[in-house]
């Protein structure tokens, strides 16, 4: 056989494969794909139940997307996490294709995985709550969904790239999870924080995509001042700024593990 | 000169899996895990729920939710952490190695659980001055002295649960899972953001199995003032748990080891 | 650029730094590779054997492009292996071997597929090729089996079949036979000969020195991340002073019957070394003419001698080397 040459098609259709497979074989993905969901549906529902149905639906969208952290946003990093702990990160990178395909695959997984988690949440709030939740614009709700994840799981990329640089990102990544949660203002409004945060936050690309969620779903919905379409430029542009990150931090986080050594520690 | 017989005595397996395993599997000696997990995760975690709590209006108040996630962080440095010291076991291919020696089993697992402990109280104290400090959570009434003897008790009790988690899960492919249920579920099933009362009664059932139920319960009656009459009640309910859990994990430590070893799960993580 | 040789690497430096202590702030610093200077011919098997901690898995990733050098240059099949990783990489395979580096709770054909995926092996010859690695490595009747049941050969299989998937021009094999039985280590020794057969260059880590010696054309010692030796097997025996070894062993020596050992014609070097209350003298020799009655001769005061013959073997080669280094 000649020298191999990767196809891109070829190698996210492997991962994604790949992904399936693990994730089928692992009892863990329970934690992430259905008990978190069901739990921090519940736990949102008995927090706002008092407060009225649009605040449940304030609600299911925070808890809908404190569970897609889980599948999407960590998942996504925590993927590579478990190269170097299998010690599979090392010919993963020796291959041809370029490890940034790698972690694009298990992304697409994990969206799709993370709406499914973001489903549950709905399904268990509508049942404990007695019938279906009032959506104001449920056609595009659904797309601006789909649209959160993929916010999320820009962020992910990121994370993953961390992941290669250090054995410790997983931890950082713990630690993170509730001023993660605080930043985005996935159960209030980001105008709750002080003033101080607030650049913190413009910076996610969720908190701008959950706000243009709360429009769609929320009649008469006041969060940032700047209205639905402001919100949107906002999303899309931070999206596309972290991707733009992940594609330049990709090559030298590569070049920085391979001076550093440390691919095989976990 | 003939060798002396080897000795492997209580004391000395309980300070060795005390000092040494701790520092091998769970990273408690390191500056990142300390600040990490008694510092950063409690305020965050206090935080989050405070919002959440002002904006909902939930029945208790922010004082109340934000004493439940300062004892429910505890989940962390405990259950979490015990519990994962079994996978970190399996992983390394030490636990066979735990599983031929003739230590005594219960210096040997207890004593893991004595640096969680410590790691356990840190975590509840700080996150403790954090409500009284950031929040605002009223202390005037209370005593320090039953603050701290509920913090002890619930950290030890919480650790016990760990225990009997990590001979779960010394059976199952990994622990993890069920660190992440019982974190999540103490969300949920402790009290910790809403009162109990409000679940469906088999709920509540479940929910008073969970020590960190009742050592939120101290917590809080202790933040109050609470008569010495309730807090003994309450002290009583959460070491029961503790003693309990340590008492039970000793027990499926024992079956578990034995299935595990004949159904071979021992060496796959 | 021309291709020199399959491998052309000159003064590679390696330092590895590590913090430790509660705030980090113990800095260390380890010289694992310390100016290595080695040339590998394309089509040959060249074996590079070192004590544990000499530096030879440093020295692989650095080949295989999964560690950047310190400094010095290294050419692998004409490419630098730092600026020009990618285009070398469809052209090399790796084995790292162990018990990691594999996805451990699917099967051992579906990870095959994986990273015949992501090495660009083309989709409509994929299946079959990894049949044929599967063969190859004798691990058809376990293919659909989850690779957590397997036992550590199998895995050692396994990480081979992945190393040839793609059909590399140079192969690198970190200790490829460590955990395999007798006969599944033979199999592989003849997969590795076939191998060359078919054109590819192999480089080779062992701490087996029969396997050296019956698969490597040229092999180089390292020792202290340094090349201290680097020829063939008939090359490095005469390096430590020949092909013949004469073992004396006896209830202690005096210095001067030590002397008068070392004297006699062909002798390079006479090595002592303690046996509980014996001690054995090892002599390297050059020549044929030396006798065993003339060593005899030398030691008539010792009615308990026991004096015996045999070739230098790799591993008497190996150890005078490593152990010259490390006086």
Request: glycine share 10%; charged share 15%.
């Amino acid at each position: 056989m000649g020298a191999s040459t990767y196809s891109r098609r070829v190698s996210l259709v492997a991962v994604l494969r790949l992904s399936v497979l693990t994730f089928l074989a692992d009892p863990q993905w329970l934690v992430p794909s259905l008990i978190a969901p069901v739990i921090f549906g519940l736990v949102s529902y008995e927090l706002f139940t008092g407060a009225g149905p649009w605040f449940v639906l304030y609600a299911i969208l925070g808890a809908g997307m404190m569970s897609m952290w889980g599948q999407t946003l960590y998942g996504s990093g925590w993927a590579t996490g478990q190269d170097r702990h299998l010690g599979t990160l090392e010919p993963t990178l020796t291959a041809p294709t370029p490890y940034v395909y790698v972690v694009l695959g298990r992304v697409i997984w994990n969206t799709v995985a993370g709406l499914f988690g973001g489903l549950i949440v709905f399904v268990v709030v509508a049942i404990t709550y007695g019938h279906p939740i009032p959506l104001a614009n449920p056609l595009e709700f659904l797309l601006m969904f789909v649209f959160v994840i993929v916010t999320l799981a820009a962020v992910g990329v990121v994370f993953a790239a961390a992941y290669v640089y250090t054995r410790y990102a997983g931890f950082v990544q713990n630690v993170g999870e509730f001023a993660f949660y605080i930043g985005t203002g996935c159960m209030f409004p980001v105008v709750l924080l002080p003033f101080w945060s607030n650049p913190i936050s413009l910076v996610l690309p969720p908190t701008w995509a959950l706000d243009a969620l709360r429009y769609l779903a929320i009649p008469g919905y006041q969060g940032f001042g700047w209205g639905f379409w402001w919100d949107m430029v906002g999303a899309v542009g931070t999206t596309l700024l972290y991707l733009g990150i992940a594609a330049s931090v990709f090559r030298r986080v590569e070049r920085h593990v391979l001076e550093a050594g440390d691919l095989n520690d976990w | 000169m003939t060798e002396p017989a080897l000795r492997s005595s209580f004391t000395r397996t309980f300070w060795v899996n005390a000092i040494f395993a701790p520092r091998t599997s769970l990273g408690f000696m390191r500056l990142d895990f300390v600040l990490g997990t008694i510092f950063i995760i409690p305020l965050t975690q206090m935080t989050f729920f405070a919002f959440v709590a002002s904006l909902s209006g939930t029945p208790g108040g922010v004082a109340f939710v934000v004493v439940g996630n300062a004892v429910a962080t505890v989940t962390y440095s405990s259950v979490f952490s015990v519990c994962q010291t079994t996978d970190n076991e399996k992983e390394a291919g030490t636990m066979e190695h735990l599983l031929v020696s003739p230590a005594n089993r219960f210096a040997l697992y207890f004593g893991r659980g004595l640096i969680p402990v410590l790691a356990s109280l840190a975590t509840v104290a700080v996150a403790i001055v954090y409500a009284v400090t950031i929040f605002h959570v009223p202390f005037a009434g209370g005593s320090v002295g039953d603050l701290a003897v509920s913090i002890t008790l619930t950290a030890f009790a919480m650790v016990g649960f760990g225990l009997l988690l990590g001979g779960v899960a010394l059976y199952l492919r990994t622990s993890i899972i069920l660190g992440n249920i019982f974190l999540f579920l103490g969300l949920l099933l402790s009290g910790a953001n809403f009162p109990l009362s409000v679940l469906p009664l088999p709920l509540q059932y479940v929910g008073d199995l969970l020590p960190l139920t009742w050592g939120i319960s101290a917590v809080r009656a202790a933040l109050a003032g609470a008569p010495l009459g309730t807090m003994l009640t309450l002290w009583g309910y959460v070491a029961l748990c503790g003693i309990v859990s340590i008492g039970l994990s000793m027990a499926l430590w024992n079956t578990f080891e034995r299935r595990a070893l004949s159904t071979g799960s021992i060496a796959r993580f | 650029m021309t291709e020199r040789s399959a491998i052309h690497a000159r003064d590679v430096r390696r330092v590895f730094e590590s913090r430790k202590g509660f705030f980090f702030n113990e800095l260390i610093r380890t010289e694992a590779l310390r100016g290595v200077d080695l040339d590998v011919d394309h089509g040959e098997i060249f074996g590079l054997l070192g004590p544990n901690g000499a530096g030879k898995t440093t020295f692989t990733k650095i080949l295989s492009t999964l560690l950047i050098p310190t400094s010095g240059s290294v050419e692998v099949l004409g490419l630098d292996v730092v600026r020009q990783a990618a285009e070398l990489r469809p052209r090399i395979g790796l084995v790292l071997g162990g018990e990691r580096g594999l996805y451990n709770r699917i099967s051992a054909r579906e990870n095959l597929r994986y990273f015949a995926d992501i090495y660009g092996v083309p989709v409509v010859h994929r299946d079959r090729r990894i049949q044929e690695v599967l063969d190859r490595v004798d691990l058809t009747e376990a293919a659909d089996r989850r690779v957590e049941e397997f036992s550590r050969g199998m895995k050692q299989k396994l990480h081979l079949a992945r190393g040839i998937l793609h059909g590399p021009e140079i192969l690198f094999l970190d200790e490829p036979t460590i955990g395999l039985d007798p006969k599944s280590a033979r199999e592989t020794r003849k997969l590795i000969r076939s191998l060359v057969a078919d054109g590819v260059t192999i480089f080779l880590t062992t701490h087996y020195m029969f396997e050296a010696e019956e698969l490597c054309q040229r092999i180089a010692v390292l020792s202290r991340g340094r090349i201290v030796a680097r020829d063939t097997v008939a090359g490095l025996r005469k390096l430590v002073g020949g092909d013949r070894t004469i073992e004396v062993e006896a209830y202690g020596f005096d210095d001067g019957e030590i002397q008068r050992l070392n004297r006699l014609p062909g002798v390079s070097r006479v090595m002592s070394e303690e046996f509980g209350p014996r001690l054995r003298l090892t002599m390297r020799v050059r020549t044929d003419e030396l006798s065993l009655e003339q060593v005899r001769a030398q030691l008539v005061n010792h009615p308990e001698l026991a004096v015996r013959e045999r070739r230098t073997s790799l591993e008497d080669v190996y150890l005078d080397l490593v152990e010259e280094e490390a006086s």
